[in-house]
């Protein structure tokens, strides 16, 4: 099994940034992929940023390309989001995941079987 706990989420003025943490412990060693995911209320849950392990790809959601940047610290087990010019619609529960994808990034919230409890983050205007 893999452990995943997020942190990072607040409060932030839309334009602001912040900067969203998550750390992998137990058989870390069985994963290749930690991606984040986000639900706003009302939606549906989606992929937001990926990166492998190996450092060897990344991807983003479109909604979000040019403004949050995805990084690893594999000697620390984490995975950073940094979020730059939030805006109001980037309100939502912030989700950490990650599997075994033998280098693939699925955009699809089926494709990870584990998931952090999530971190709340609020953009207002």
């Known amino acids: 099994q893999v452990q995943l706990v997020e942190s990072g989420g607040r409060l932030v003025q839309a334009g602001g940034s912040l900067r969203l943490s998550c750390v992998a412990s137990g058989r870390t060693w069985s994963i290749d992929a930690m991606v984040w995911f986000r639900q706003a209320p009302g939606k549906k849950r989606e992929f937001v940023a990926g990166?492998?392990?190996?450092?060897?790809?990344?991807k983003y959601a479109d909604s979000v390309k040019g403004r949050f940047t995805i990084s690893r610290d594999n000697a620390k087990n984490m995975v950073y989001l940094q979020m730059n010019n939030l805006k109001p619609e980037d309100t939502a529960i912030y989700y950490c995941?990650?599997?075994?994808?033998?280098?693939?990034?699925?955009?699809?919230?089926?494709?990870?079987?584990?998931w952090g409890q999530g971190t709340q983050v609020t953009v207002f205007s």
């Open positions: 995941a990650a599997d075994k994808r033998w280098g693939e990034l699925p955009i699809e919230d089926s494709g990870y079987s584990y």
């Open positions: 990166a492998l392990w190996n450092g060897s790809s990344t």
